[in-house]
């Protein structure tokens, strides 16, 4: 099946401490994108790259880094310095280009306890 | 940047019932996307239609990218369709997509 995968589905995370969030994609993608969603809000963009080995910050990127070693992966560490990382993360991928549709994976949710 | 507004914001249907969801848009874009996202979270693709209009069962949409707006039209809505509603535009030579803060869609049976 060809999609983006995101894992795990929900995440508990203690104060002060680092998480991951995976995002794998198998359609061949150059692009892919991290936003985060809080209760009753649109999508706001974190980290976002255009190819392998680099990326570039969105909108909302302190307490968050990235990485991309490869183009089918993309994760995603929200760090001790995000101050209210409780949210719903989604991943999402595409050809590079403003002409390009965006695919979304079925996203993260982080609560912090 | 460019501004996005979605109305309304919400809106509650009986089962059978039509409705338009608007997208209004700042600036010239190069793309447009209308998304679904269900109880779960997933974001569903609707239509990519940065002009012109298209039709999908129940569902269609509409583009005026000249007077930057979209519409999205749902016909006989089933409750299923509840879930909020995404408008989500690109501009030239910009990659990545801004979102509108959705419509929120109820249908009651």
């Known amino acids: 099946d060809g999609g983006i995968t995101q894992s795990p589905k929900y995440l508990f995370r203690k104060e002060g401490q680092n998480v991951t969030l995976s995002c794998e994609q198998n359609?061949?993608?150059?692009?892919m994108y991290w936003y985060r969603q809080d209760p009753g809000q649109g999508l706001r963009l974190i980290y976002y790259?255009?190819?392998?080995?680099?990326?570039q910050k969105g909108d909302i990127a302190e307490g968050y880094s990235v990485s991309r070693e490869k183009k089918e992966s993309f994760p995603l560490t929200v760090t001790s310095a995000q101050k209210n990382p409780t949210a719903f993360y989604l991943c999402?991928?595409?050809?590079?280009?403003?002409?390009?549709?965006?695919?979304f994976g079925q996203g993260t949710r982080l609560t912090v306890v | 940047g460019i501004q996005v507004e979605q109305s309304p914001p919400d809106l509650i249907l009986q089962e059978g019932a039509n409705s338009t969801l608007r997208c209004n848009f700042s600036?010239?874009?190069?793309?447009l996307q209308w998304f679904h996202q269900n109880p779960w979270g997933q974001l569903i693709n609707l239509f990519y239609?940065?002009?012109g209009t298209k039709q999908n069962g129940r569902l269609s949409a509409t583009t005026v990218a000249t007077e930057r707006y979209s519409l999205l039209y749902i016909s006989s809505s089933q409750t299923t369709d509840s879930g909020v509603y995404f408008c989500?535009?690109?501009?030239?030579?910009?990659?990545?997509?801004?979102f509108g803060d959705g419509t929120t869609l109820t249908v009651k049976p």
């Open positions: 999402a991928s595409s050809i590079w280009g403003a002409n390009t549709e965006a695919f």
């Open positions: 359609l061949n993608h150059d692009a």
């Open positions: 790259s255009q190819i392998v080995n680099d990326f």
């Open positions: 600036d010239s874009v190069n793309n």
């Open positions: 239609i940065p002009s």
């Open positions: 989500a535009l690109r501009q030239a030579n910009a990659g990545k997509s801004t």
